[in-house]
């Protein structure tokens, strides 16, 4: 079984510049060590494709640790990616989240890269990750937080922007304004938003060929 993301060049594009927006922060990739020195948190997916693309930025005190709700899924993401820097995590990341679970302690980076339907639930996501983010925040002074869905309901790239303009402040609030970078694509035939939230830094990393928005929260 193949994901339905690999070999799709705008997604691959979107996590290029996502690892790119987390080595932009001073704290979770330090200039002296090059490498991410916290844990990078993601929705699994079918063979979690972000592993190879991340693995070799992480150092080594760092995993990923590759979230899924879908135990077929996770179980052919351990047996393939046996003995690789990574933790499978069995539950809903919302979920997980929430009660704070200890497999999120040492989270620089939390990439939610979800199909999702509109309105509530996803709201009630943003409000949950946004407080956990905050949260880290404190902790460690930087964070990146990474909400990676679709957007096929909102019809037009300008009504995506718009969305994300009047949705992602209301929710993404913290003691230090977070800085927030939105690109729209589209994943095979789906529109997508791509949307890297720093906390306590900017993440900013351009995407070509990609129409985006930059706005603080
Ligand atoms: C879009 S895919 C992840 C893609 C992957 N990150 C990549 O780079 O290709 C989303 C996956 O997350 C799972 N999923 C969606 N929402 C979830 C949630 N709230 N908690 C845990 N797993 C979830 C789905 O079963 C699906 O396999």
């Known amino acids: 079984m193949r994901s339905n993301f690999t070999n799709n060049a705008s997604k691959q594009e979107t996590r290029v510049a996502n690892l790119r927006a987390a080595q932009r922060s001073y704290v979770l990739c330090p200039p002296?060590?090059?490498?991410?020195?916290?844990?990078?948190?993601?929705?699994?997916?079918?063979?979690?494709?972000?592993?190879?693309?991340?693995?070799?930025?992480?150092?080594?005190?760092?995993?990923?640790?590759?979230?899924?709700r879908n135990s077929s899924i996770l179980a052919e993401c351990r047996r393939i990616h046996s003995g690789r820097r990574a933790s499978w995590v069995e539950g809903d990341l919302i979920n997980l989240v929430m009660s704070r679970d200890t497999c999120l302690q040492n989270a620089g980076v939390l990439n939610y890269d979800g199909f999702h339907t509109p309105g509530a639930p996803l709201e009630e996501a943003l409000e949950i990750l946004g407080d956990f983010a905050v949260a880290r925040q404190a902790q460690a002074s930087h964070f990146l937080l990474i909400i990676n869905v679709t957007t096929a309901y909102l019809k037009s790239t300008a009504t995506t922007l718009r969305w994300i303009e009047r949705v992602f402040p209301k929710y993404l609030t913290g003691t230090l304004p977070p800085d927030l970078t939105a690109c729209v694509y589209t994943s095979k035939t789906k529109p997508m938003v791509n949307v890297q939230i720093g906390y306590g830094y900017d993440p900013h990393s351009a995407l070509s060929a990609i129409e985006g928005v930059r706005l603080r929260a």
């Open 32 to 68: 002296h060590r090059g490498k991410l020195v916290d844990d990078w948190v993601e929705l699994a997916g079918v063979e979690c494709p972000t592993l190879d693309l991340i693995e070799s930025a992480l150092s080594r005190r760092a995993q990923m640790i590759g979230v899924e």
